[in-house]
């Protein structure tokens, strides 16, 4: 029985078939690896955007309490200037 089908499979049309299956099934996992990696690197690119946002977020918070009055009276003084 097997060795029908080994003869089968080694003519010239049947050879002719696999190689395009396995073409075809070659370019297709090439190109759905393509999709996950473009997903990958669209994941990246978003984490890397959050990532800054945040940080600028903390560098305004940082800037903003390096500004801030450093006691009551510093305070009372910079209201009456209204540098608030």
């Not at 003519?11 to 099934?25: E, K, Q, V, Y």
């Not at 070659?26 to 393509?34: C, E």
């Not at 959050?50 to 003084?77: G, S």
């Amino acid at each position: 029985m097997t060795g029908g089908l080994i003869r089968i499979l080694a003519s010239g049309p049947a050879r002719w078939a696999l190689g395009l299956i396995l073409a075809t099934a070659t370019i297709l996992l090439f190109l759905l690896n393509l999709r996950r990696a473009g997903e990958h690197a669209g994941r990246l690119a978003e984490r890397c955007e959050t990532r800054e946002r945040t940080d600028a977020i903390q560098r305004q918070m940082l800037e903003a309490a390096a500004r801030r009055p450093h006691d009551r009276d510093a305070l009372v003084e910079r209201l009456r200037e209204g540098r608030f």
